[in-house]
């Protein structure tokens, strides 16, 4: 039986792997979690309806499910507002600099006339203008529509009067008409102003014919200014209009209580709200679309915007989908006991289970996403006995307790560890509804509380409990390597751990080394730490097939490639990379440990044997005595990589000091940037700086100088 359940994990994971190589697979995953969501919430978003019809009494209280506007009672009052606003007048001023503009061209052309008539007079005394003769001169000269409304006689008294009266008499005029022009007036109070003109005119010093002229010219001039404003009107009822406050039918307002009769007002406004049975209004749907396309969208910007392999970017999407839809199950399981009027059920769905799983399996940045997602779906599929569509209390709750459980979560977690978690959000679910029942301010028994509490407290232990479950599941279909995974791996009693420890002690005394300062770097720039400790102890589990040929495992025997060629000598060394690979793949360990195995040399130089061949035969080319690659792709393995070669470099030093180390760490870190090994990884200048800083620091404390005795010198200083 054993040997069966170990035969059918590697179908699977090949299985999943065929399947996951499918490249249209992302576009389907997107379109069935699409599904799921529209499914799961279609139910809480559809429009509740009422049986009931007109002149009918009810036999229930109705509430208005939503809050709408009731446009025609916002008509009405509009239409009141518009009503009570009077028109607008404004004084023009133009108009009255228009008018005494036009007294003073009637005054200059009398003037001019004058002027003319004088001057025949001068040159001729056949051509003399009589009187009469200069006023039909001044009509003439004057328009229709001016003289039309002066009286015939109006000009003699000028024409007769001297220039100086004239003159005097034009300042009157454009004094009298200016001072009473200057106030408003209306077409009703035209009559009281032209009295008021020349009332003021009767004070001026000039005779009585050209005052009486003078004084039908003033008349004339006065017209209203004060007119009605079309525009200013217009404004200020459009002001009132907008200043009248829309009616609203409020959420949760009642309708028609219990017993009462369904009038033409109060069916009107059920068909408002949308609870009459023949009204069928699709946008609650639209809008769920909507929220939908929103989730799908950041969840698609999540999953496509790295530069993942199709393979990895689909196995990740599948697992998070399954997540995802299991989550989705359990809050629509529990909602259907609502339905037994124990509306706040939902405190008990163990919904931190979700994104406890997507931080350990996935990513945390996902998880902080989904705790969002899964916070505004939950206030959905709760939303029974409440007025809308959103539960906002359960929503807040769900949010907290998600987020609580994935930053307690930390790097390297255990079994006890996620069992801590669901105890910290239970107590965080405590928290958070104690603070939800005080905002609400309202009256509850202490068994609703005691109630509450347990819920919530049960929930965030459930939720521990079945990530715990999960995990082992998820790990062997989808081939994760989860931090409980490494650290079973990491376990010295693990078979190939044991044959590194037997068959090669100096490697694996190496590795270890290897492993404690790729995991101090990778921590200092936020990188994997763990999965380069646990993946360097493998790195040179090659070297168990030749494990003479390497000097660390040189112990008091002579060196073999003394008596090798450099190409032979270059062969078995790099063999090891591929050795160490075969082994690993076939003692079916992590993709991730057999990437570590062959990318920690990348395409690097082997420089003493390519020297030393290079000495004996000058046509030999540096390609013959690389490593055959590729380059580290990760910063994990770069840290391995540099880490490889520093612990090695190190340790054949004869003083080591702390000088000599930091030099070397840079020296090798130089080299790696130089013959472009790093060209392939995401590290910056600056995560490379952090990285030779942790070198050095691990390395000064394992490599520290020792006392040198007395007698010890004087024997090294006599062999010398």
Do not use: W
Not at 239 to 254: N, R
């Amino acid at each position: 039986m054993k040997n069966s359940k170990k035969k059918q994990a590697p179908k699977t994971n090949k299985f999943i792997e065929k399947f996951n190589e499918f490249k249209f697979l992302h576009i389907i995953l997107y379109a069935i979690l699409g599904v799921v969501l529209f499914v799961a919430l279609y139910s809480n978003v559809k429009p509740e309806t009422v049986d009931i019809e007109l002149f009918t009494v009810s036999d229930q209280t109705i509430y208005a499910p939503t809050t709408v506007e009731d446009k025609v009672e916002t008509e009405i009052k509009q239409q009141e507002a518009n009503d009570n606003v009077e028109d607008q007048y404004t004084l023009k001023k133009e108009i009255t600099d228009k008018q005494v503009d036009l007294i003073s061209s009637i005054f200059d052309t009398v003037l001019e006339v004058k002027i003319e008539a004088a001057k025949l007079a001068t040159d001729s005394s056949e051509n003399v203008l009589s009187p009469e003769d200069q006023v039909k001169e001044i009509r003439q000269k004057l328009t229709s529509s001016i003289t039309d409304k002066i009286p015939e006689n109006t000009f003699l008294p000028l024409v007769k009067a001297s220039k100086d009266e004239v003159e005097m008499a034009k300042d009157a005029v454009v004094t009298g008409v200016n001072n009473i022009m200057s106030k408003e007036i209306p077409i009703v109070q035209l009559t009281e102003a032209k009295k008021q003109v020349e009332e003021e005119l009767q004070y001026s010093s000039l005779r009585s014919e050209v005052l009486q002229a003078s004084q039908v010219l003033a008349k004339f001039a006065i017209t209203p200014n004060y007119v009605f404003d079309l525009e200013a009107t217009e404004e200020k009822r459009q002001q009132a209009i907008d200043s009248v406050k829309e009616v609203q039918i409020k959420q949760g307002q009642i309708l028609v209580e219990e017993d009462e009769l369904i009038n033409r007002e109060v069916y009107r406004k059920l068909g408002l709200v949308g609870l009459l049975d023949d009204q069928q209004s699709y946008k609650p749907f639209i809008g769920l679309g909507i929220l939908i396309l929103l989730i799908l969208t950041v969840v698609i910007y999540y999953f496509e915007k790295k530069d993942r392999p199709i393979a990895k970017r689909n196995n990740s999407l599948l697992l998070y989908c399954l997540i995802f839809a299991i989550t989705i199950l359990l809050m629509k399981i529990v909602s259907l006991f609502q339905k037994i009027d124990y509306n706040h059920i939902g405190y008990i769905v163990p919904v931190a289970m979700g994104v406890m799983l997507v931080k350990l399996l996935l990513n945390e940045r996902l998880a902080i996403l989904t705790s969002m997602i899964f916070a505004i779906c939950g206030s959905m599929i709760f939303n029974e006995g409440i007025t809308g569509s959103f539960n906002f209390p359960v929503g807040i709750y769900y949010l907290f307790g998600c987020l609580a459980g994935v930053l307690f979560l930390g790097e390297h977690n255990f079994r006890s560890k996620i069992l801590q978690a669901g105890l910290f959000v239970g107590g965080i679910n405590v928290v958070v509804l104690m603070a939800i029942m005080l905002i609400r301010n309202g009256t509850y028994s202490n068994v609703e509380i005691t109630s509450y509490f347990v819920m919530a407290c049960v929930s965030g232990l459930v939720s521990s409990v079945l990530t715990i479950g999960f995990m082992p599941f998820f790990e062997t279909g989808f081939g994760i390597l989860s931090t409980m995974k490494l650290i079973e791996l990491s376990n010295p009693n693990h078979p190939l751990l044991r044959k590194i420890l037997t068959e090669t002690p100096g490697t694996y005394h190496h590795s270890v080394m290897v492993a404690n300062l790729s995991e101090s770097a990778c921590e200092a720039i936020g990188a994997n730490g763990l999965l380069a400790r646990v993946g360097a102890y493998y790195h040179d589990l090659g070297k168990t097939k030749r494990p003479q040929y390497f000097i660390e495992n040189q112990m008091n025997i002579e060196n073999p490639h003394n008596k090798l060629s450099a190409q032979l000598s270059k062969n078995i060394i790099i063999a090891h990379v591929t050795d160490g690979v075969e082994m690993l793949r076939k003692h079916k360990m992590p993709k991730e440990f057999v990437d570590i195995a062959e990318q920690h040399h990348g395409t690097s130089l082997l420089k003493y044997f390519y020297h030393q061949a290079k000495e004996s035969n000058d046509s030999i080319y540096e390609d013959e005595f690389r490593y055959p690659g590729p380059k580290p792709q990760t910063k994990e393995i770069a840290i391995i990589s540099i880490a490889d070669s520093a612990e090695a470099a190190v340790r054949s030093m004869s003083n080591p000091t702390p000088e000599k180390i930091e030099k070397l760490v840079k020296s090798i870190i130089s080299d790696r940037l130089q013959d472009h090994q790093l060209d392939e990884c995401d590290l910056t200048l600056k995560e490379l700086d952090i990285i030779a800083k942790s070198f050095c620091e691990s390395l000064k404390g394992i490599f520290h100088s020792r006392i040198e005795y007395p007698e010890l010198t004087k024997k090294q200083k006599g062999s010398k």
